[in-house]
T-cell receptor, first 114, second 112 residues
Framework: NAGVTQTPKFRILKIGQSMTLQCAQD?????MYWYRQDPGMGLKLIYY???????DKGEVPNGYNVSRSTTEDFPLRLELAAPSQTSVYFC?????????????FGPGTRLLVL | GENVEQHPSTLSVQEGDSAVIKCTYS??????FPWYKQELGKGPQLIID?????GEKKDQRIAVTLNKTAKHFSLHITETQPEDSAVYFC???????????FGKGTHLIIQP
C-alpha cells in the first residue's frame, strides 16, 4: 500500500490564481481530512469528509473548497489564492472500524503564494 | 471548541536521559489523545495514543499518561536516542469523524 499520497510536493502561486491539491489513499478509509500547518504552529483542520459525497467544514475553511466523489480521492481547491494561504497542507485518512481512529498523514504539499 | 496547550516549545536533553512533554485540553468531551512525531519535511506519524478510559499506556521506551480530572496528558520518552530528535505534537479529539485539535508542538533535541 502507498498509504496517503499528495501532489504536488511544492507549488508557487501568484495572488489570485487557483489550484487543486490532490490527495489519494489506498487503505479504503472512509474518513479523510485536510489540515494546514503554519510555521511554529500545530495543524489546523480545514475540511473533512466521512464518506463519498459528504464533506464538512473544519476550523479554518474560508478560501477553500473540497469534494469527495470517490472513497479514494479528496482534492482541496484554492480559489483566488492569497498570501495568507502560504502554508504546508497535509491530507490524512482514518477509519473507525473496530474502534480504531488513527489518522494517517500524507507527506504534505508546500504552497507559497506571492 | 477544543483548545490544546503544549509545553515546552523546545526541549533539549542529553542522549540517554528522559524527556517529558505535557499537554492540557479544554473540552471535557474529548476522549482520544494521540501523539505524533514529525521529522523535517515529512508528515506527522502516530507514535502512541490513549483513550479516556485508560490512565497510562506504554510502548517500549514511550509512555503516555492521562489525567482526566485535571485535563492533562503527558508523553514520556526514556533512554533517548539521536533518532528521537524531531517535533512532537499532542492532539485531542471527541473521536469518530471529528478532526484532531493539535498543540503547537515541541522541538525535541537530543544532545550527544
Amino acid at each position: 500500500n502507498a498509504g496517503v499520497t499528495q501532489t504536488p510536493k511544492f507549488r508557487i502561486l501568484k495572488i489570485g490564481q487557483s489550484m487543486t491539491l490532490q490527495c489519494a489513499q489506498d487503505m479504503n478509509h472512509n474518513y479523510m481530512y485536510w489540515y494546514r500547518q503554519d510555521p511554529g504552529m500545530g495543524l489546523k483542520l480545514i475540511y473533512y469528509s466521512v464518506g463519498a459525497g459528504i464533506t464538512d467544514k473544519g476550523e479554518v475553511p474560508n478560501g477553500y473548497n473540497v469534494s469527495r466523489s470517490t472513497t479514494e480521492d479528496f482534492p482541496l481547491r484554492l480559489e483566488l489564492a492569497a498570501p495568507s494561504q502560504t502554508s504546508v497542507y497535509f491530507c490524512a485518512s482514518s477509519y473507525t472500524f473496530g474502534g480504531s481512529e488513527t489518522q494517517y498523514f500524507g507527506p504534505g504539499t508546500r504552497l507559497l503564494v506571492l | 471548541g477544543e483548545n490544546v496547550e503544549q509545553h515546552p516549545s523546545t526541549l533539549s536533553v542529553q542522549e540517554g536521559d528522559s524527556a517529558v512533554i505535557k499537554c492540557t485540553y479544554s473540552d471535557s468531551a474529548s476522549n482520544y489523545f494521540p501523539w505524533y512525531k514529525q521529522e523535517l519535511g515529512k508528515g506527522p506519524q502516530l507514535i502512541i495514543d490513549i483513550r479516556s478510559n485508560v490512565g497510562e499506556k506504554k510502548d517500549q521506551r514511550i509512555a503516555v499518561t492521562l489525567n482526566k480530572t485535571a485535563k492533562h496528558f503527558s508523553l514520556h520518552i526514556t533512554e533517548t536516542q539521536p533518532e528521537d530528535s524531531a517535533v512532537y505534537f499532542c492532539a485531542a479529539s471527541r473521536g469518530g469523524a471529528d478532526g484532531l485539535t493539535f498543540g503547537k508542538g515541541t522541538h525535541l533535541i537530543i544532545q550527544p
